[in-house]
């Protein structure tokens, strides 16, 4: 992989490590259906959260450092 490319994961990887830590979790609107009766419908809109745990952002923030050193490292002369 190429030292440039290498670092751009990297600062890709520090970003979404930072952000997961961050927010924690991404949360969505989802209509469901309640009641389906003949011609007589309800929905409701429920709030759904997917959970980032912290060591996903962890992880991703420190592989994202390692990425950027090794990068800088190997564009030395």
Request: a positive charge.
């Amino acid at each position: 992989m190429k030292t440039r490319s290498t670092i751009i994961l990297g600062v890709v990887l520090i970003t979404l490590g930072v952000l997961a830590l961050a927010y924690q979790g991404i949360t969505y609107t989802k209509r469901e259906k309640i009641l389906d009766i003949g011609p007589l419908q309800a929905t409701a809109e429920r709030e759904k959260t997917i959970l980032l745990p912290p060591l996903v952002g962890g992880l991703s923030l420190t592989g994202g450092i390692a990425l950027v050193i090794i990068g800088a490292v190997k564009s030395r002369p």
